[in-house]
C-alpha cells in the first residue's frame, strides 16, 4: 500500500504562483511515476503533470504546459508541483496521484486533494 500525503494550495491572485508537495510512503514504487490530476466543480477529473522516478521523462497536460513545473526529490519520496501564472480556469481541487506505470495510462493511488483557488 502506498499513502501519498499532499501540502500546499491555498488562495493565489491571477497571475501568481503557488507550490505542492506529494510525499509519498509505504510500498513506494522504484519505478513507475507520479504526479497530478485535478477537478474542478461540475467538470471530469482532468491529468496536469506527471514525473518518472526513475529517469527524466516529465509530461502536461496541453492547459499547463509552460506555466507549471514538476520536480522530485528521491531521498525525501517527494514530488513538487510549482505553478506559476495561475489562471481562474487552474481553480480546482488537486489530487496526487501514483502509478507503477505512465500515469494517464493508470493510477493505483490517490492523495487527499488540494484546493487551489485563483481570483481573477
Known amino acids: 500500500q502506498v499513502h501519498l500525503e499532499e501540502s500546499g494550495g491555498g488562495l493565489v491572485q491571477a497571475g501568481g504562483s503557488l507550490r505542492l508537495s506529494c510525499a509519498a510512503s509505504g510500498r513506494t514504487f522504484s519505478t513507475g511515476d507520479m504526479g497530478w490530476f485535478r477537478q474542478a466543480p461540475g467538470k471530469e477529473r482532468e491529468f496536469v503533470a506527471g514525473r518518472s522516478w526513475s529517469a527524466s521523462i516529465r509530461y502536461y497536460g496541453d492547459s499547463v504546459k509552460g506555466r507549471f513545473l514538476i520536480s522530485r526529490d528521491n531521498a525525501k519520496n517527494t514530488m513538487y508541483l510549482q505553478m506559476n501564472n495561475l489562471k481562474p480556469e487552474d481553480t480546482a481541487v488537486y489530487y496526487c496521484?501514483?502509478?507503477?506505470?505512465?500515469?494517464?495510462?493508470?493510477?493505483?493511488?490517490w492523495g487527499q486533494g488540494s484546493q487551489v483557488t485563483v481570483s481573477s
Open positions: 496521484a501514483a502509478s507503477p506505470r505512465r500515469l494517464t495510462d493508470e493510477v493505483a493511488y
